[in-house]
């Protein structure tokens, strides 16, 4: 069942301010800023909805210890039938991809492991860790690959807890615009 735009609202406001985690900021936190981030870099619109939707998965996903997880929770897959027919595939394919691009920035840039916070490497391990040649080439021929790229570069820059970002309802606005019909946002 598709979430409207206004139960999105909801879930990030009721669900946002746990820990993102084991990083210093709050899943609201790193939302907004993975969002900004990605507004600041010019990119359109659906892919500003991405980096805010991101990790929706999370708050929908059972709860699990977040500072010792023993499986990864597949985030990226369990917000997209909640997504699905709300978005369009230019929203949706980059939160499906970014744990993927993460597979795939340690497999092509040596540096990229090295920048990685302590729990995303733990993460990494979870997911499969870093892609194989082969892996790493059938993910960049996807549609969608190089905006999955991006949007993890944004995610792994999202977690400052000192940062300052627009509010939810400056996003919520972007969610509006670049929805499939999704009813309005209530005022």
Not at 8 to 17: D, E
Request: glycine share 6%.
């Amino acid at each position: 069942m598709a979430l409207t735009l206004d139960e999105i609202t909801g879930l990030f406001h009721a669900k946002g301010a746990v820990q993102y985690g084991a990083e210093a900021v709050t899943q609201q936190q790193h939302a907004l800023q993975c969002a900004y981030l990605a507004e600041c870099a010019g990119a359109p619109p659906t892919l500003v909805a991405a980096a805010l939707l991101h990790d929706l998965g999370h708050l929908l996903a059972p709860r699990h210890e977040p500072t010792s997880p023993s499986a990864d929770d597949l985030h990226q897959f369990i917000a997209l039938p909640f997504l699905r027919g709300v978005f369009p595939e230019a929203v949706l394919a980059p939160i499906r991809l970014h744990v993927d691009a993460k597979r795939y920035m340690c497999r092509v840039d040596p540096s990229y492991w090295a920048g990685l916070s302590p729990a995303s490497r733990k993460s990494l391990v979870l997911q499969g860790g870093p892609f194989s040649e082969e892996e790493a080439h059938d993910f960049m021929a996807q549609a969608f690959a190089a905006d999955a790229v991006a949007l993890r570069r944004w995610d792994d820059g999202a977690k400052d807890p000192q940062a300052s970002t627009p509010g939810w309802t400056h996003y919520a606005a972007v969610l509006q615009r670049v929805s499939c019909g999704a009813p309005a946002l209530a005022r």
